[in-house]
């Protein structure tokens, strides 16, 4: 059974950094494809970035957000610094990407967390 879980989630005010982890198991990790994406009130969940082959982000989050993985650990990790309000989000992880997918959209991957909250205020 896989199983993602995400924590580190929290408040912060803008211009500030959180570390968000994701612990998995049940899947093959080391050779997979991670991502993390987002979804904020009333829009649609979209990636944000990506690891595995090459390592991608949307261009919003560029120089601001890094992500990561300890393949020894089966963990992802997302550092987000300089935070702005507009990142509020839940922050989802995601793991094995579906064939002929584009990472970035939603439903792309085949297993999600349950989501862990940031919220940013000004």
């Known amino acids: 059974q896989v199983q993602l879980v995400e924590s580190g989630g929290g408040s912060v005010q803008a211009g500030g950094s959180l570390r968000l982890s994701c612990a998995a198991s049940?899947?093959?990790?080391?050779?997979?494809?991670m991502a993390w994406f987002r979804q904020a009130p009333g829009k649609e969940r979209e990636g944000v970035a990506r690891?595995?082959?090459?390592?991608d982000y949307i261009e919003s989050v560029k120089g601001r957000f890094t992500i990561s993985r300890d393949n020894a650990k089966k963990m992802v990790f997302l550092q987000m610094n300089s935070l702005k309000p507009e990142d509020t989000a839940m922050y989802y992880c995601?793991?094995?990407?579906?064939?002929?997918?584009?990472?970035?959209?939603?439903?792309?991957?085949?297993?999600w967390g349950q989501g862990t909250q940031v919220t940013v205020s000004s």
């Open positions: 995601a793991a094995w990407l579906r064939a002929g997918r584009i990472w970035s959209d939603d439903g792309a991957f085949q297993f």
């Open positions: 049940g899947i093959v990790f080391s050779s997979g494809i």
């Open positions: 690891i595995g082959g090459p390592t």
